[in-house]
């Protein structure tokens, strides 16, 4: 369970570096103002719907630190400048058939492709990698 003050000191740290005040913060981030004095007075908790925005908007803030403050905050793990690809290889006759029973249960198509990928690890962070 979220320990509601902890919480809000986590997200005054966010905003502190990120110079910016509540109202500027919550414009940034999609929500009400009065969300943001309610979450930093400790009265309301957070939502998922607006832990994620938080998570979303600002690369430096890992979710497992906002949640419960274990990890580091700003997470200075660079995110990859380009999406891992895999090259096409040449394949034998059994492989074709392997990668086609594998593109059928991954629903892949020809007019489809992968828009993105999300990796979650077991110590709650996670990885998204957009097209």
Sequence with gaps: MINNSEFSKRLKTI????????????DKVGVQRS???HLLSGRNRPSLDFVLKVVKEFDDVELYWLLNGKGEFPNMAPAPANPVTVP????TKDQRVERQSEDSLLGLQKNKSIER?????????FKEYLK
């Design 88 to 91: 096409d290889l040449p394949v």
């Design 117 to 125: 990928i999300v990796l979650f690890y077991t110590d709650g962070t």
């Design 35 to 37: 969300s943001i004095s």
């Design 15 to 26: 905003m502190e570096y990120h110079q910016l005040s509540a109202s500027s913060f919550a």
